[in-house]
């Protein structure tokens, strides 16, 4: 089985991917999105989104990183791809997921959900530029306001060379509330001779078991469940014991410390805080730190308080 990390905006930034595949035996891992327009994007963006450009494509541990692109317009998708690759990324992804207000608005995301044949002819357009042997991969959702066209969507997708499909199980409505409908990724995957990635309310081992199970994908794709979770990879792939929470505080310590070394870290309490939202999910004692959290804004606070945790 194969346990990839999905692309989770504002949460999953390289620093998060470094200490989790630090921990975990990922077999994949994907940025967040790089935003295409009208343009072919300078070299630095990509290497600001994908640090790992600078050592192969991978974390210092050695898991291979995935560069995700976001855009409405193939030429440029096509483009800003073959920079990616070139600059060291393992593949390239397509984000036809993002729920986002912003991103939709402006074309993005999951909003092309609507348009098979636009998402078929950026797929086409990016696997015709990028080198044979470089994947060239899609994530998607099962719609925007409903799921009619799923898989309309996941044929043009599979129709216009892509390596391979992530399905998010759930419409754009739908947001992240439970149930994630696996069957419909059980449908496509009948329909597709490409391997079909599932994800989607993926938590722990028996959950990805089950969706194995019911879909007959080989691979899963986690997200919220990787950082409530943050030894999930291993726990699902080798049946290693869930961390328990004094480990899991040491790993909030050491991204403490990581985010201290970067030039700029002013985002560091939003983010700290985001991740918070997701431990308390299993961990009672992440809840009772976070309100003393929520109400620290600057960075030193919110490190005295880790620190005192501890």
């Not at 346990?3 to 989790?20: K, N, Q, T």
């Not at 630090?22 to 940025?31: A, E």
């Not at 044929?155 to 419409?171: D, K, P």
């Amino acid at each position: 089985m194969r346990v990839i990390l999905a692309p989770m905006e504002g949460v999953v930034d390289h620093l998060m991917r470094e200490l989790l595949s630090s921990i975990n035996p990922y077999d994949l891992m994907v940025t967040e999105f790089v935003r295409v327009v009208d343009q072919l994007l300078p070299e630095k963006v990509f290497f600001r989104m994908c640090p790992e450009l600078n050592n192969g494509g991978a974390t210092q541990n050695g898991t291979p990183v995935r560069v995700q692109l976001l855009g409405q317009e193939p030429g440029w998708m096509a483009e800003n791809a073959v920079r990616a690759v070139a600059l060291g990324s393992r593949g390239v992804d397509a984000n036809f997921g993002c729920p986002a207000k912003m991103v939709n608005r402006s074309k993005g995301g999951a909003v092309l959900l609507q348009y098979p044949e636009q998402i078929h002819n950026i797929v086409k357009a990016m696997r015709q530029a990028v080198p044979d042997a470089q994947p060239v991969t899609a994530k998607i959702r099962l719609g925007y306001e409903d799921k009619n066209l799923f898989m309309e969507n996941a044929l043009a997708i599979y129709e216009a060379g892509a390596t391979e499909l992530a399905v998010h199980a759930r419409s754009k409505v739908d947001g992240y509330r439970p149930p994630a409908y696996w069957e419909y990724i059980t449908e496509i995957r009948q329909r597709v001779s490409i391997p079909v990635i599932a994800n989607g309310e993926i938590w722990n081992r028996d959950d990805a078991l089950r969706c194995i199970t019911q879909t007959g994908c080989d691979s899963v794709m986690v997200g919220r469940g990787a950082i409530t979770l943050p030894n999930l990879a291993a726990h699902i792939k080798n049946g290693d014991a869930p961390y328990n929470w004094q480990q899991t505080l040491s790993l909030l310590l050491e991204y403490t410390r990581q985010q201290q070394s970067q030039p700029r870290n002013d985002y560091f309490p939003g983010r700290i805080k985001q991740w918070f939202s997701y431990l308390n999910r299993h961990y009672p004692e992440a809840d009772v730190l976070f309100r003393d959290l929520r109400v620290h804004k600057s960075t030193d606070a919110v490190v005295d308080v880790l620190s005192k945790a501890a």
